[in-house]
């Protein structure tokens, strides 16, 4: 039997890192497909942070520097992905990205303040939007 080149399993963990990803429960919709990995990306990503530091993004296509604070993620019609948040002086942000342009990179962010956790409000965003399909 031929192994499927995309299946990770029996790799050691150290290697690399992805995230669990269960089976798309929209395949017609491709923004709500990938605002569910998304999603699924940063609940565990969430996982490996300490205590001090809570999610933050890297705009990849806005340059290396800008990063913003994740509240919310969400997608509009089958073409577009939705970040909602703030950048490190608390201005709100709302960056809009056609599916073939998303590239995001999680990264931690240190604060001073209780670290905000998005990914259980995520969870449960996620399995509202699942069970109404």
Do not use: C
């Amino acid at each position: 039997m031929v192994k499927n080149p995309l299946d990770i399993t029996g790799y050691p963990e150290r290697a690399f890192r992805l995230p669990s990803f269960n089976l798309p429960t929209s395949t017609t919709n491709p923004a709500k497909w990938a605002y569910e990995r998304i999603v699924r990306s940063i609940i565990d990503f969430e996982k490996q942070l300490d205590p001090t530091q809570e999610i933050g993004a890297r705009l990849v296509n806005f340059g290396a520097k800008e990063v913003i604070h994740i509240d919310d993620v969400g997608f509009w019609g089958p073409d577009l992905v939705k970040f909602f948040g703030q950048t490190v002086d608390g201005n709100p942000v709302e960056l809009i990205q056609h599916i073939s342009q998303v590239s995001v990179m999680l990264v931690a962010i240190k604060t001073k303040e209780e670290p905000r956790r998005i990914g259980f409000v995520l969870e449960k965003q996620l399995k509202a939007n699942t069970s109404a399909d």
